[in-house]
């Protein structure tokens, strides 16, 4: 049960990363090589780790900055379907594709305008996963 529980937690976070449902012919933007603050890198991982890395928290502190949310608010959140929240990360996905070019140095400029992005997500697979959980386990 342990095993299927952290796939499951896995499984719901990687589907609101938007480069893990990117494009197959660049490996979800694995291909895609960039500069992040002067080092090497690519899209998905400036999108798996870099932002987040780069914020400088831990993951109880960026929860721990989340304003409350409603009852409605989370509601709202966690409609729709498992392909509803991959087909809605799928077209972000194709935003954050359309925002860099091969090869570009990315920085500052680029965290402060993804940041409000990542956290969204951050924000939707952590309560859609509430509701999966909670349906697992009536």
């Known amino acids: 049960k342990v095993f299927y529980l952290k796939f499951l937690v896995h ?8 480069m893990h449902v990117g494009r197959a012919e660049d490996k979800g933007g694995n291909d895609i090589q960039l500069q992040w603050f002067g080092n090497g890198t690519n899209l998905h991982r400036v999108w798996d780790s870099n932002l987040i890395d ?3 928290m ?5 929860a721990v900055e989340y304003p409350k949310m409603s009852k409605q608010q989370i509601k ?3 409609k729709g379907s498992l392909l509803d929240w991959v087909e809605e990360s799928h ?9 860099v070019e091969v090869g570009e140095k990315l920085s500052y400029r680029y965290s402060y305008d993804w940041w409000h992005t990542v956290e969204d997500q951050l924000q939707k697979g952590g309560v ?5 959980l909670n349906e697992a386990f009536k």
């Open 54 to 56: 780069e914020n400088g």
């Open 91 to 99: 077209l972000l996905a194709e935003k954050v594709y359309a925002s």
């Open 11 to 18: 499984l719901i976070g990687d589907l609101h990363q938007p």
């Open 128 to 132: 859609r996963l509430a509701a999966v």
């Open 58 to 62: 831990s993951f109880t502190e960026l």
């Open 76 to 78: 709202f959140l966690q």
